[in-house]
């Protein structure tokens, strides 16, 4: 069986407080894009995980995918499988590629077994992969609170605007990226201001990471400079980065952003 788990940007992002438990709390609005990876599970002898595309760091025996196999199999004595993953989703971005992965595993793992599990029930499982992975489980605009693993229905549609995402050649480490932040209450909570209009989103939308972030990556800030001066009505780094999105009332070239050392998707 065949999936093509989709990426995520992040429309604002307020890392509100830290939790006893180490962890921190968040708002964001997670908004699903078409840049794809494709995931494949096939019978087989041994249980394992081949990834193709761009490279994934560490041991392929670690990937999430694999994880969310072994989390279902725990409980439900599954045949053993073969995981193939074909990577497109730019890694360290904020785009919640590996996320997307694992949440389609245990979707395909329900229908190609009959596990009957509701959309709940795999939301409970891929919460224990990572905080943003239940949120491609039902794959749909939310408003995301606590850790980021807690849902309400957002309804916003930006099929209107062209929109373009920007990545360059920097990986940004979501536990260095919390390590510099300093949390705090917006005044205004972003399930507010979301549903203002785009053009007003600029200086209100914002996401906490990036001061830290632009100062160790300056060509980051410089990205979504750029895609300002070249008409967007609205741009921000996605989750932790390294990726910049933009919002435009129209198609736009960007030549100034088309260089090797960058890739450049519509999305």
């Not at 065949?2 to 438990?21: H, Q, V, W």
């Not at 794809?36 to 025996?61: H, R």
């Not at 957002?154 to 480490?173: G, R, T």
Request: glycine share 6%.
């Amino acid at each position: 069986m065949l999936s093509f788990p989709n990426a995520k940007i992040n429309l604002g992002l307020n890392i509100t407080e830290k939790r006893a438990d180490g962890y921190h709390n968040l708002e964001t609005i997670f908004y699903p894009i078409g840049i794809k990876d494709a995931v494949e599970i096939i019978d087989a002898e041994v249980t394992s995980c081949k990834i193709q595309g761009i490279n994934i760091p560490g041991d392929a025996q670690d990937n999430l995918c694999l994880k969310a196999y072994q989390l279902l199999n725990a409980d439900f004595g599954l045949p053993s499988q073969q995981i193939n993953l074909l990577k497109h989703i730019p890694v360290g971005a904020g785009l919640g590629g590996g996320s997307a992965d694992c949440a389609f595993v245990i979707k395909l793992l329900n229908e190609k077994f009959n596990l009957g599990l509701s959309i709940a029930a795999m939301q409970d499982y891929a919460r224990k992969l990572g905080a943003d992975c239940a949120f491609f489980i039902e794959n749909k605009p939310v408003y995301a609170f606590n850790k980021g693993d807690e849902f309400e229905t957002c309804e916003i549609d930006l099929s209107a605007y062209y929109k373009v995402l920007v990545k360059p050649p920097v990986h940004v480490s979501t536990a260095d990226a919390y390590a510099h932040i300093k949390p705090q209450r917006p005044l205004q909570s972003l399930k507010e201001i979301i549903h203002l209009h785009p053009t007003t989103w600029k200086n209100k939308v914002i996401n906490d990471f990036e001061d830290s972030v632009f100062v160790k990556y300056p060509q980051i800030r410089q990205i979504k400079t750029s895609l300002y001066d070249a008409g967007a009505i609205f741009a921000l780094m996605s989750g932790s980065g390294s990726s910049v999105f933009a919002l435009f009332n129209q198609a736009v070239k960007l030549p100034e952003l088309e260089q090797p050392n960058l890739v450049y998707y519509d999305i």
